[in-house]
């Protein structure tokens, strides 16, 4: 258990509303990350951060924005959702221990987000 | 750039029948391997890993050698039970600077009694 809490766990939304899914750890890792995941398309990296105020952009960006503004909280924000962001989200982090645990990626149980 | 091809699926089997999930991968240098098993409704959990060539990862029946001659992470089991149905990811994590892993698009598992 690495300590990963997602929030909310499942949403129903409107077309052009904003969204706000929450990431939270306990244990100061410092790699966190956002995956949207989706049939016949695997996971995919949204957005990623390596500490506070740094984050990046993954392979699916566009629609979203991240901000991670203390080392606990990662949160991912749909500005304007639209229903081709429905998808199930899940929040992932690399503990700081880094090479000496081989890049391990644990992951958060996910957020079912429906967008009607 | 990195990438993981794994077989695609579903696979099917009948209880205690052996099971093969191929995964080879393309990176540079020494990456760790993964697999990754997800349950229906639930997120991934990690199954096993192996950091360096040659090193085996095993848990709960489930076994993968690191074969860096044939860049191959094979997921094997030998006797499936309707338990472990469930999609079977495999993932590789650079080695040195860069933590952004790579999936495989996942293979789903579905054993019948």
């Known amino acids: 258990d690495a300590g990963i809490t997602q929030s909310p766990r499942h949403k129903v939304t409107e077309t052009g509303t904003p969204v706000t899914l929450r990431c939270h750890q306990t244990e100061n890792h410092r790699y966190m990350y956002w995956y949207r995941q989706d049939p016949g398309h695997g996971l995919r990296l949204i957005h990623y951060s390596y500490g506070v105020k740094d984050t990046d952009k993954g392979e699916v960006s566009d629609g979203y924005s991240v901000s991670r503004s203390k080392t606990e909280d990662f949160l991912l924000t749909l500005e304007s959702a639209t229903s081709s962001q429905t998808s199930v989200y899940f929040c992932?982090?690399?503990?700081?221990?880094?090479?000496?645990?081989?890049?391990?990626?644990?992951f958060g149980e996910g957020s079912w987000l429906t967008v009607v | 750039g990195n990438s993981v091809t794994q077989m695609e699926g579903p696979v099917t089997l009948s209880e205690e029948a052996f099971l093969t999930i191929n995964c080879t991968y393309t990176?540079?240098?020494?990456?760790?391997l993964f697999w990754y098993v997800q349950y229906p409704g639930e997120g991934l959990q990690l199954l096993l890993k192996a950091t360096k060539a040659d090193d085996k990862g095993s848990n709960k029946g489930f076994e993968a050698t690191y074969r860096k001659e044939t860049t191959s992470f094979h997921l094997e089991k030998g006797s499936v039970q309707v338990s472990d149905s469930a999609v079977y990811f495999c993932a590789l994590s650079p080695s040195g600077g860069s933590y952004i892993p790579t999936f495989g698009r996942g293979t789903s598992l579905i054993v019948h009694p």
């Open positions: 992932a982090i690399t503990p700081r221990e880094g090479q000496s645990s081989g890049n391990t990626i644990y």
């Open positions: 990176a540079t240098g020494y990456p760790s």
